[in-house]
């Protein structure tokens, strides 16, 4: 099994790796998360030995490539989708962990500039979690720290993880980059010229769950 690996919050992120590498799996990175799980010992290669290509335009082309997405998207239950991942040399990819740039972060600070915000809009990163929320029936997508170690329990006790699980995995998964797009929209309109836009969508956060009610 392969799993592609590329995150901002670098949360739980080493006992993650070390559990996969446990259940036998083969670990690519980006260069950030290459180099962190580096330095904690845990063995990765960079996502450029799966593409033969290298990070470009500081950073901003790292993973938008077939030789991934093609790996994630192929559905295993369709026989062509197999051939044509065969044909040229792209070897499935089983697990997608990522989140994004802190974006919502770098706003909030009161010194942000405009330019400063534009970096922290992630496009790979967005790609990667919808493609493998799409195939979720064949792949195994992980935006928030939170769930990694109820996720590998759950692989460990039952040997798989559950096709409910990835399914609630991948509504996590589109939620997350609903509310990221959304954080991106609302911070680009100018409201004195689009008061009141003809879509909008309002990001909000649980703040505790009630015992009633």
Same mark, same amino acid.
């Given at each position: 099994m392969r799993a592609i690996i590329s995150v901002a919050n670098r949360d739980g992120l080493v006992e993650l790796a070390q559990e996969l590498q446990n259940h036998g799996v083969s670990i690519f990175s980006t260069s950030g998360t290459l180099n962190a799980l580096k330095t904690a010992g845990v063995q990765a290669e960079a996502v450029s030995t799966l593409t033969h290509f290298p990070e470009i335009l500081g950073g901003r082309i790292k993973t938008l490539h077939p030789a991934i !997405?093609?790996?994630? !998207?192929?559905?295993?239950?369709?026989?062509?989708?197999?051939?044509? !991942?065969?044909?040229?040399?792209?070897?499935?990819?089983?697990?997608?962990?990522v989140n994004l740039y802190p974006f919502a972060e770098t706003i909030a600070r009161p010194t942000s500039t405009l330019t400063e915000a534009q970096e922290q809009i992630d496009i790979g990163g967005v790609t990667l979690i919808r493609a493998a929320a799409k195939n979720f029936q064949d792949v195994i997508v992980l935006v928030r720290p939170q769930d990694y170690v109820p996720v590998m329990q759950e692989w460990s006790e039952l040997g798989e993880v559950s096709i409910e699980t990835r399914r609630r995995l991948a509504a996590i998964a589109f939620q997350h980059t609903a509310c990221y797009d959304t954080a991106i929209a609302e911070y680009l309109r100018i409201p004195a010229l689009d008061y009141f836009p003809e879509e909008l969508t309002l990001p909000l956060k649980r703040i505790q769950t009630l015992r009633y009610g």
């Open positions: !997405l093609g790996a994630i !998207l192929a559905r295993r239950d369709i026989p062509g989708h197999i051939e044509e !991942l065969k044909a040229h040399n792209i070897a499935p990819i089983d697990i997608v962990v």
